[in-house]
């Protein structure tokens, strides 16, 4: 009975790798990652890590809201998803501040701000 458990939990992980792979392909195509850090299958709960181009990107917190929102619709098992960046760690930026398309940075060149990922 134990290796249906086991397999029952291999078939739950692939589903959420499959879920992020199909609904965000984005994230890959733009440096980002997603990681599963943790499944809890008593309490359906998943645990997301956005990394790569996702720490410090402006659009990350849509993009969490999606997977939040989308996972638990598309797979019954999955009650809650946690997801984080690298960044969200108190909202602490450090000594980098917001950019803006068209502002000039300090380096004296127009930032063109970040590509759209959808």
Known sequence: MSTETQNDG???????????????????????????????????????????????????PMTIQAIKSRMVKEIPEIEKVNAHTGMDGGGDMGDTSPSFPGETVDDGEVDEGPEAPF
């Open 10 to 60: 291999d078939d739950l992980e692939e589903r959420v790798t499959n879920f992020l792979r199909r609904n965000f392909p984005q994230i890959q195509m733009h440096g980002g990652s997603a990681a599963i850090q943790e499944i809890d299958r008593e309490t359906g709960e998943v645990t997301i890590a956005l990394g790569g181009a996702c720490s410090g990107c402006g659009i990350s």
